[in-house]
């Protein structure tokens, strides 16, 4: 290991060992937090990994947790098992929470809610929320784990999933999946004319821009049918 290589290696593992005192500090080893289970790490041979933003350090982020809200906790988010990754007070155990006692949850700047079972048109799971009304807009992203073949044998590598990054918009009671500008105004039928006129004068771009577009447009749409 090169001089610099330590020197990062060193200054990162200072900068979580304060990130996890900082918050122990605050709450304390008996939390409410500590109400899941071990999380396994993953082999060291895959390539790539499975964490949001393809980030594996971790970060401190707030969780709302069976009805408490923790503020700068360290931790990770599994997009493969959907699962919030936090580190125990030993700075040593990644500690797996259980997913039904999260509400949402806050990290690398992007808020992410809990969708439950009992939903329409939407499987259970963590999703990014890109607009929150009536018309809330919700983003899934997921990964795959892949096996090819390889020089050294079988190789096994995570990627973003095919169908991935998924879109979804409510409209009374039930998402649905969208993308494109049609699909949005086909759903948003009863105002369409107006959302046309919306898109026209914001110059709105679905290509490139999509999450602000949906964004843009539901709310536009929330505020003609109040």
Not at 104 to 116: A, M, N
């Amino acid at each position: 290991m090169s001089a610099q290589s330590a020197a990062d290696s060193a200054g990162y593992d200072l900068a979580v060992n304060n990130l996890v005192n900082h918050f122990y500090q605050g709450v304390g080893q008996q939390s409410r937090l500590y109400n899941g289970f071990v999380y396994d790490s993953y082999d060291s041979s895959i390539k790539g990994n499975a964490y949001l933003d393809d980030v594996d350090a971790w970060k401190g982020g707030t969780v709302d947790y069976d009805g408490q809200s923790f503020e700068n906790v360290p931790m990770l988010y599994d997009i493969y098992t959907d699962q919030l990754v936090v580190l125990l007070y030993n700075h040593a155990s990644p500690f797996a929470l259980v997913n039904n006692k999260i509400t949402s949850f806050d990290l690398h700047g992007r808020h992410f809610v809990r969708v439950p079972n009992n939903n329409l048109g939407i499987k259970t799971g963590f999703y990014e929320q890109l607009y929150d009304g009536k018309s809330q807009v919700l983003k899934k992203v997921e990964k795959a784990l892949k096996s090819v073949s390889g020089s050294n044998g079988r190789e096994r590598y995570f990627t973003p999933s095919a169908d991935a990054p998924d879109y979804y918009m409510k409209k009374g009671g039930t998402y649905y999946k969208v993308s494109s500008q049609n699909s949005v105004l086909d759903l948003l039928a009863d105002k369409k004319k107006e959302l046309k006129q919306h898109i026209k004068d914001k110059h709105i771009q679905f290509d490139g821009l999509r999450e602000l577009a949906l964004a843009s447009v539901a709310a536009y749409y929330d505020s003609l049918t109040k």
